[in-house]
């Protein structure tokens, strides 16, 4: 999906419908992820489950965000650079949860959400965030 770089700068949708779509400005578009800027912040996509991005033809087109965002090659890289802070996963649905990421695993994160140690698959994270 690296013809999606065509896109960078422009005001997008990530995928049509449902609790992952988000419209914003296209920070960036990696190898295995993108970063969205939308009125919620940085999001950082897996591209496994990005079904559809949307150009926004009646947004301003172009736009020159300085949004500071994690600028990593790979989706496990920028989940390494969140390490010990606030994440939210998934956003939307019901697989979404919010907590400490405190580690990396083979296959999977642990986060901290109040007293409980979550386990989760990286192949079923579909977007993440730092939270506030």
Same mark, same amino acid.
């Given at each position: 999906? @690296? !013809?999606?770089? *065509? ?14 779509? =988000? ?5 960036? %578009? =990696? ?10 912040? *940085?999001?950082?996509?897996? $591209? ?8 926004? /033809? @009646?947004?301003?087109?172009?736009? !020159? ?12 890289? *920028? $989940? /390494? ?5 606030? %994440?939210?996963? !998934? ?5 979404? @949860?919010?907590? %400490?990421? %405190? ?17 989760? /698959? ?11």
């Amino acid at each position: 999906m @690296t !013809n999606f770089k *065509v896109l960078e700068g422009k005001q997008v949708q990530i995928n049509l419908k449902g609790p992952e779509s =988000k419209s914003g400005s296209l920070l960036s %578009v =990696k190898d295995d992820h993108l970063v969205l800027l939308s009125e919620n912040g *940085v999001i950082y996509y897996n $591209l496994t489950h990005v079904k559809s991005i949307t150009k926004n /033809s @009646t947004a301003n087109s172009e736009q !020159n965000h300085k949004k500071s965002y994690l600028k990593k090659g790979s989706f496990e890289d *920028v $989940l /390494s650079a969140m390490h010990h802070k606030w %994440v939210k996963i !998934n956003r939307g649905g019901p697989e979404h @949860t919010e907590g %400490v990421l %405190v580690g990396l695993q083979d296959d999977h994160i642990l986060l901290i959400k109040e007293r409980e140690l979550i386990h989760i /698959s990286m192949f079923h994270i579909k977007s993440v965030s730092v939270g506030e």
